[in-house]
């Protein structure tokens, strides 16, 4: 198993708002939902499995720290969830301080061995020094996934690892939403990109003399448009579309971006 393909980047926050014990599992929960890997299961079920765990014991274990786990019907994969609130709620932690982190492991039901090996894994990865700190001062949501990732060490490399490189493609149709794809490519941890102007096949047909006077293809729109060129890890994907459609809801009913990933056989110098 790879925590960098566990890990769901959409469902990590540093800014988790929480009242309480029960507020702070219904948010988790919420985060979950952000995955496109949870679409077959309601954010009710992923509170009760979490809350069902909790009666059996707090998982908040001290020193501002809380594993929240279950195990879920219908799920086949393991996902893992990363949140701060920075202000700490009330767990039920055995030192009964204040919970700041939270990192949360929902999997599949019959896989006992592989739940207790993450377990494991993360709470080692906790416990080591100075990484509460680290994790605590992230300042975005790639910090604080990178962050994890940076302190994991099984040993054996077989928990850690990156996802397989792919082409960001995105075809803007108005230039006014590229500040909003720029904020999102920086929350998600996108230094990089490339924007290449291009002109609407549409509008060029429009002044082919043979269809002049007959078609109007472009009417008021902008003629012109931009590809933004972006390489990212495989298993950020799901997240970066979520960070887009919280912008702008359904990419498939929003009208002045497309999304396109295509495999990176070979990169150089990008």
Do not use: W
């Amino acid at each position: 198993m790879l925590l960098s393909e566990i890990i769901k980047l959409e469902a990590c926050t540093i800014d988790l708002q929480a009242e309480d014990k029960d507020d702070a599992l219904h948010k988790i929960a919420a985060l979950f939902k952000r995955s496109r890997k949870f679409a077959d299961i309601s954010e009710g079920e992923i509170y009760k499995g979490l809350k069902d765990r909790e009666a059996l014991g707090s998982t908040g274990f001290g020193n501002g720290i809380a594993i929240p786990h279950c195990a879920l019907e219908g799920l086949d994969k393991f996902a893992i969830s990363l949140a701060v609130c920075k202000k700490g709620v009330n767990f039920d932690s055995t030192d009964r301080r204040k919970t700041k982190i939270f990192v949360t492991i929902l999997g599949p039901k019959n896989f006992p061995n592989e739940h207790l090996k993450l377990l494991a894994a993360c709470s080692h990865i906790l416990k080591q020094p100075g990484v509460v700190e680290e994790l605590l001062q992230s300042t975005s949501r790639i910090n604080l996934y990178e962050e994890f990732l940076e302190n994991a060490d099984n040993g054996s490399g077989q928990i850690v690892g990156e996802g397989k490189e792919k082409l960001l493609m995105l075809f803007v149709k108005d230039d006014h939403i590229l500040q909003d794809i720029t904020e999102v490519f920086v929350e998600y941890g996108i230094q990089r990109s490339i924007i290449i102007n291009t002109t609407e096949m549409e509008n060029l047909i429009s002044k082919v003399p043979l269809f002049m006077g007959f078609f109007n293809f472009t009417g008021d729109k902008n003629p012109t448009s931009k590809i933004v060129l972006a390489k990212i890890a495989e298993d950020h994907i799901d997240a970066i579309v979520t960070g887009l459609e919280d912008i702008y809801g359904d990419l498939n009913a929003f009208s002045d971006l497309d999304v396109m990933v295509l495999d990176a056989f070979y990169t150089k110098g990008f």
